[in-house]
C-alpha cells in the first residue's frame, strides 16, 4: 500500500522514526556491516521500501540508488537479486530512472538478464521495461538484448513470468515487432 503524510504519521506514532531517519539508519546498518548476511537483509528491506512513492525523494537524498547499482556487481548472489529488485521497484519513477541511467546503471540490469538466479531476471525485466525510454532506448535495445528478451518472451514453458514480463517489454518498446 501506498503512503502518504498523514498514513506515515499514524503508522509511526509518536516515538518512531520518521521515515527519512529510518532510511538512514538502513543505510548506515548497510555500510557498517560486516557480514554478507546483515548486508543481504538490509537491501532486501530497502528494495521493498523502493516501491512506495512515498519514499522515492528520500532514496535518492540518500544515495540508496547507488547502493543498489553497487550491489548487483558484487558477486553475492543475494545482493546482486535484491539489489535489481530495489532497482525494478524505484525505476517506475522517471527522476529515478533517469538517475539509474545516468549512473551508467543500464548495463549492470542489462547483464542480469543473463544471470541464474529467476528472481534476478524478473527483476531486470521489469527494471529494463521501466528505464528504457527515447534518451536510452538505443542503449536498451541493443540487437543482442532485444535477442535475449525475445527468447525470453517466447519460453512460456519454461517460465511464465520471464514470458509475460518480456511479451509487455517488447509490446511496449517495439510495437509490431514481436
Known amino acids: 500500500m501506498f503512503t502518504n503524510n498523514k498514513r506515515q504519521q499514524e503508522r509511526t506514532g509518536r516515538n518512531g522514526s520518521p521515515r527519512l531517519q529510518y532510511l538512514q539508519e538502513l543505510v548506515s546498518e548497510f555500510q557498517n556491516a560486516t557480514n554478507e548476511e546483515t548486508k543481504e537483509k538490509v537491501v532486501a528491506h530497502l528494495a521493498n521500501f523502493a516501491y512506495d512513492p512515498f519514499n522515492f525523494t528520500f532514496l535518492r537524498q540518500l544515495n540508496v540508488l547507488d547502493l543498489f547499482l553497487d550491489c548487483v556487481t558484487e558477486p553475492n548472489e543475494k545482493l ?9 521497484n524505484a525505476s517506475v519513477d522517471p527522476a529515478n530512472a533517469a538517475l539509474i541511467s545516468q549512473c551508467d546503471g543500464i548495463p549492470l540490469v542489462v547483464q542480469c538478464l543473463s544471470n541464474p538466479v529467476r528472481n534476478t531476471v524478473n527483476y531486470a525485466l521489469g527494471a529494463l521495461y521501466y528505464l528504457c525510454n527515447p534518451v536510452n532506448k538505443e542503449e536498451i535495445l541493443k540487437p543482442e538484448v532485444v535477442e535475449v528478451i525475445e527468447r525470453y518472451a517466447s519460453a512460456g514453458a519454461v517460465s511464465v513470468s520471464f514470458s509475460n514480463l518480456a511479451k ?4 511496449k518498446h517495439r510495437p509490431g515487432q514481436t
Do not use: S, T, W, Y
Open 168 to 171: 509487455a517489454f517488447l509490446e
Open 80 to 88: 546482486v537479486e535484491f539489489g535489481v529488485g530495489g532497482i525494478c
